[in-house]
């Protein structure tokens, strides 16, 4: 199967890593990856900050991007809520029918990483090989907008030597919330500490999450009050083998 | 016209509030023990109800349908009620209706009032106007007591008493209530309210309530509680007044079932409220002899006009939003700087305004949707937040930095080379901030994120200069 990946901006300059591992996934499963060097950002930056306008030019540069690929993934399940609960409003506001009818045909398309692996590629064991203490942080969007439900910890269950242990008030925002974290980071950053006493009280090496930016946040935590414990996206777990191991 | 929401037009903005509250341990502890204590009890019963989600999606139809419908059945509630014997009075803001709740009261010589819990008296502050006139009310749900006697301000729509502790509301009964003494047992603070306001039940004449529902068709009141308080200010009294916004109406008695189920459990985590009054104009013999209904607008027919945030005035003031809300879990209440906290509170105090006010409660929400997924009827609450911080954007009450920030943004995200570009710049720009692939200090808008949390640094290679390597060594 050809995959389109849709890296999103975030992750494109700041998390290479779960790109790579993203490729290296679905490569190793036996499918094609291309990466359409046009794409920018979804616009959920813009749009959820009140920035309507600006959000517009990215939603069509997103459709002339992707107008004909036949499977996009996304390894972020916040940009993937961003289009899937904003995007058909705002091609409704756009006024434009092709926008529209764009728009309509391309969501059915975009998975969310876990969402491909499970839904549509019917995997769950990856052939991963990662032995370490690890705890799977939903991201709100993950769990309330796309309803991922258990389909991360499914993939996780089936990694080689994992240790996995259930995160304490897992339903609980982070605090992060885009440009939230910035406008209110005395609320934000209250709300992360509960999460990160959460994390701490699973003794886990590795804070796991299908969301970089969930990740970047309880990360900048756990790295300033040096816990040693690291976040690490879904995709590079699952990406790695047990020749990684030995290679490092 | 002078709409007023309590006192949030003279509030400090969220997050300066917000900072203040949060360094208070004690507020915090109570905040989170009291909405985890809700929040478990309002799971556990709303799991028993098989066909919730369909309550829900009826409650949000019924709720629809009468306010695309509001005049109809406001009028017809009008003259069902009148015929019964009530006097129904029309107040298009918080001043006028706090005239006409006066002017009945002097006309009947009274000095003093008992009141059962109304947010909207809160709303257009009453007690305030009252007591300039030389009339005394008297709260009497418990917590309204608590907050009343200890010259505070609700932080919860439902519990507004919630971020009180058992010993500080002690220390309050004992002072305000003159008690030499009194047991730290929830029972001996309890008997001490009950021995406060059973007196004042039986002596003053008139009463003021809220409602929870208006019935159009028979042109009833309702009102439901949990401590009965409420009943006896709804009967013993010679007169009524009931202040109720015109968003509460409903069809008739047949749409009350959906209702009754969805509030006290999403509210209290109570299968039926103990307490469920509903009485229709006046009856001969029979509690008050005089009822009179205030109907308020107050900015309300304002957020009617706006399709995409109209459901706001669906809120039938349950409070689940509050218990489920994150944010709020931090702040508590008081931070919102309005009577309506918490993330109904973000989306319905600045919209009654006019988004004159208040334009930074758009923002106090992380949008994590938690408050959607529990709202009984449906409010899609982070999709008003999002349009309100719309209307914030349009209206330019923005710092020009962030402004310039996102114009910026939206420019270099327009296009894939101009983005490769702001890459490599903002690599540049970091180098002095950055080290270990972490940065522990930035300037600006994005101090507060290095307050407490250290930042990512960009790494020297971006995906996409990693993909374009890749594809050429093939």
Redesign the interface.
Known sequence: MLISLF?T?Y??????ET??AVVKVLERLGHQVE?R?????C?Q????????Q??F??LR?FLKVFADAEVICCPSSSCVSMMR?HYPKMAEEMGDPEVIEQVNRILPRVYEFSELLVDKLGVTDVGAFYPHTVTMHSS??G???LHLGNKPTELLKKVQGITLIDLPQS???C??????????????????S?KVQCVLETKAEICTGADNSCL??I???L??QRTGVRPVHLAEILASTEKDGRQQ | MSVRVGEAAQAPPFPEAAKTLIANSQLRRNVRNATDIIRNKRNRVVGEVEDWQELRDAAKSIKDHTLRHLDHYLLQFEEACTRAGGKVHWAKDADEANRIITEIIQSHQQNEVIKVKTMTSDETRLNVALEKAGITPYETDLADLIVQLGEDKPSHIVVPALHRNRMEIREIFMRKMGLDSLGYQPEDIAAAARAYLRERFLRVKIGISGANFLLAESGSVCVVESEGNGRMCLSLPDVLISLVGIEKIIPSFRELEVFLQLLPRSATGERMNPYNSIWTGVTPGDGPQEFHIVLLDNGRTKVLADEASRETLDCIRCGACLNACPVYRQTGGHAYGSIYAGPIGAILTPQLQSMEHSQTLPYASSLCGACYEVCPVKINIPEILIHLRTKVVESGEVPITEKLAMKGAAFAMGDADRLSIAHAFARVAQSPFSHDGKIERLPGMLAGWTAFRDMSAIPDQSFRDWWKDREKSR
């Open positions: 890296i901006c992750n494109d300059a700041l998390f290479p790109g790579k990466f060097s046009a794409q920018t950002c616009g930056m813009h749009y959820n900050t009140g920035y309507r600006e959000s030019p990215l540069q609960d709100c969007h769990l309330r907008s339903e609980q925002c605090g992060f919330g885009g440009t939230f974290a910035i406008k209110n980071s005395d609320v934000s950053a209250a709300m992360l509960e970047m946040h990360g900048g935590a790295s300033r």
